[in-house]
């Protein structure tokens, strides 16, 4: 697959302008982002174009560190732990957030134990099948469904992902059970379907829209009510009739709680300005990344409010630890 060497060469792109009198007191040696996700995933994406525009700002390194497993509660947990010192920072997405302590029951840390420092980029979910099948619209993926009740897999980045809630939540609302295949990641669930082992899969933008263009998968609908501008001829799921909530999914980074405040200020400024970048928007575009931004107050803010709807998405889902053996 060319997948990867793709997506990186679209995210790499021109030098940030190193700012004038940065700060020399942080960093002052090597800082690493953890990814609680395996490499070519969306979310490890948008974690290497972010630090190497850190890096670049700083003139220090910030560095990448996958540490998959259990729907990224490890590498979660991980970050979640003394010290606070602002040179381990997470980047992760609200469902993994809010959903991992309430799937998993202990997930290994609470978001109290987290300082969230800046939104990062919002994105959709595009339900996708391998082109083999001949499907041209969901009504037939239906009827493939009703022929074989339970005979359809679906793959998902792991056990609470929003790709396993929102398969849960699309088997349910077409009335016909589905066999959940969970796997470690995004980008791997998204190689079963290309080699056929799974039916389909709801994929984020930027794993899904590489392999769309490549010819390699096939897309059916987009999560929610709107289209998207990539894809401006696959309808939205709420077109065909589907009673599917759409989940406001988005990306952040976070750090230790009682991370000195001065650090966490400085890390949300750089950010804000990276995502302001017409580059960076040049690079996301593509994908179907939309930069966020904002200030801290907001992303703590928002994660919160999020907590009642999410908590509504897992137990409509009916989704829980028990969903199958984790495919490597």
């Known amino acids: 697959m060319q997948r990867r060497p793709m997506i990186l060469s679209l ?7 190193r700012a004038a009198g940065a700060q020399t007191a942080y960093p002052n040696r090597i800082a690493r982002i953890v990814v609680p996700f395996p490499p070519g995933g969306a979310t490890d994406m948008v974690a290497r174009y972010i630090a190497n525009k850190l890096s670049e700002v700083n003139r220090q390194q910030f560095v990448i560190d996958n540490r998959p497993g259990a729907n990224g509660s490890i ?35 609470t978001t109290d134990q987290l300082q969230l420092v800046i939104r990062l980029v919002g994105y959709k979910y595009v339900l996708i099948v391998n082109p083999r099948q001949n499907l041209s619209h969901v009504r037939d993926l239906m009827a493939l469904a009703r022929s074989k009740p339970g005979g359809l897999n679906y793959g998902s980045g792991g056990i609470g992902n929003s790709s396993h809630l929102i398969g849960a939540l699309f088997s349910r609302s077409i009335g016909i059970p589905m066999t959940h295949v969970p796997f470690r990641g995004g980008a791997l669930s998204m190689n079963a379907l290309v080699a056929g082992d799974i039916d389909l899969i709801f994929s984020t933008t930027p794993e899904a829209l590489p392999q769309i263009g ?36 988005w990306m952040c980074l976070a750090v230790p709680r009682g991370t000195p405040a001065a650090i966490v200020e400085q890390i949300n400024a750089q950010v804000n300005e990276i995502l302001n970048l017409e580059e960076t928007r040049a690079a996301f575009m593509p994908l179907g990344l939309q930069q966020l931004g904002g200030s801290v107050e907001d992303v703590n803010r928002r994660l919160a409010q999020e907590v009642p709807l999410w908590e509504e998405v897992i137990a409509a889902s009916g989704a829980s630890a028990e969903g199958g053996p984790v495919r490597r």
Do not use: H, M
Not at 11 to 17: I, N, S, T, V, Y
Not at 218 to 242: F, N, S, Y
């Open 75 to 109: 590498g979660i947990a991980f970050v979640a732990r003394p010290p606070a010192d602002g040179y381990t920072i997470l980047i992760s997405s609200n469902g993994a957030l809010i959903g991992n302590p309430r799937i998993y029951g202990d997930a290994g840390f």
């Open 214 to 249: 490549n010819g390699l998968v096939k897309p059916l609908g987009i999560l929610g009510t709107t289209r998207i501008e990539q894809l401006p001829d696959v309808p939205a799921l709420a077109e065909t009739g589907l009673d599917v909530p759409e989940l406001a999914s």
């Open 11 to 17: 995210l790499g792109g021109a030098a940030l302008p």
